[in-house]
Nanobody, 122 residues
Framework: VQLVESGGGLVQAGGSLRLSCRASGTIIDINYMAWYRQAPGKQRELVASIRNGGKISTNYEDSVKGRFTISRDGAKNTMYLQMNSLRPEDTAVYYC???????????????WGQGTQVTVSS
């Protein structure tokens, strides 16, 4: 299974970016996907997550609530993060992760992408 992020870049404060994360390979089901970020000198932190459990549930880190929106296209095994009103403190490498079922009656395993850089200038 491979996760590939895209959509990062340089943007001015107040601007917007849309990140994408596409999962490929042998995939029966994905029941959880999330975006993490890691700024220089800081620990990786959870930004937003989306879970399928009959009902889709989302979760956001407090500082991004109301500015970021996580979504998913199950048919394409792709997750998105719409980021609006970006701030310099949002600057980080953004990583996606997914819990993937590859074989029937197997367990879900976690996979990570390589990350995409988001830089917000003031």
């Amino acid at each position: 299974v491979q996760l590939v992020e895209s959509g990062g870049g340089l943007v001015q404060a107040g601007g917007s970016l849309r990140l994408s994360c596409r999962a490929s390979g042998t995939i029966i089901d994905i029941n959880y996907m999330a975006w993490y970020r890691q700024a220089p000198g800081k620990q990786r932190e959870l930004v937003a997550s989306i879970r399928n459990g009959g009902k889709i549930s989302t979760n956001y880190e407090d500082s991004v609530k109301g500015r970021f929106t996580i979504s998913r296209d199950g048919a394409k095994n792709t997750m998105y993060l719409q980021m609006n009103s970006l701030r310099p403190e949002d600057t980080a490498v953004y990583y996606c992760t997914a819990a993937v079922l590859r074989q029937p009656f197997d367990r879900y395993n976690d996979y990570w992408g390589q990350g995409t850089q988001v830089t917000v200038s003031s």
